[in-house]
């Protein structure tokens, strides 16, 4: 009468312990899956590309965008920016920068106060101090102060928006007055922003993009 009972004993054990292999097999096989390496490498974000490009200068170097709006003679097309940056025909010493800005290289061996002065821009412009270019000394031309005023022509550094001291070197970064640099970008200011409104809304300081060599 007891042999029975000890294999039906035995048979419910034999069961219950080849479930819990079965279930441990299976949390095992789920927590492999969960954490395998091909699986987190491949559920991690793709990196998108650096929407900037860099220009190499003498001395300095410029960040730019990769894309923009592009000025043709014929009117404005989306496109690749930097394909405009060129000297100057009309001085060798301006490097038209795609239609976002020029620079213009000047030798200078004495303070950017006295070359202000030599200029005499000196008194006429209210100044700030640029910081974080690199440069030795560098001022962002703010406005013409009240009660300056010009007889005939422009006033001295018209359409110069900063200057920077480096070495021996001036360098005056300066707006275009118009656009005349054709199959260069322009600055997402002036972009219609219904027509462009991803290039619109770029919010990019040239004045804070150049950068010069220790």
């Not at 079965?22 to 899956?33: D, I, P, T, V």
């Not at 550094?157 to 275009?176: D, I, N, P, R």
Request: charged fraction near 20%.
């Amino acid at each position: 009468m007891k042999l029975p009972k000890q294999k039906g004993f035995s048979l419910i054990l034999a069961v219950l312990i080849v479930a819990a292999l079965l279930a441990g097999g299976l949390y095992f096989s789920r927590s492999q899956k969960i954490t395998s390496p091909a699986q987190l490498i491949t559920s991690l974000p793709i990196p998108t590309p650096s929407p900037w490009n860099i220009y190499q200068g003498d001395g300095f170097e410029i960040t730019y965008p990769k894309n923009g709006v592009i000025a043709q003679d014929h009117g404005y097309t989306e496109g690749e920016c930097g394909t405009g940056i060129k000297e100057d025909p009309r001085d060798k010493s301006v490097l038209l920068f795609d239609n976002f800005f020029k620079i213009k290289e000047i030798s200078w061996d004495k303070t950017l106060d006295e070359y202000l002065i030599s200029t005499r821009a000196k008194n006429a412009y209210e100044t700030d101090v640029l910081e974080g270019s690199g440069a030795d000394e560098a001022i962002k031309l703010l406005k013409l102060k009240p009660g300056f005023e010009v007889a005939v022509g422009y006033p001295p550094l018209a359409f110069t928006k900063a200057v920077f001291k480096k070495g021996e070197k001036v360098y005056l970064l300066q707006s275009f007055n118009t656009i005349t640099n054709f199959g260069g970008c322009v600055l997402p200011t002036i972009v219609d922003p219904v027509k462009y409104p991803e290039v619109s809304k770029s919010t990019w300081d040239p004045l804070t993009r150049i950068k010069f060599n220790p």
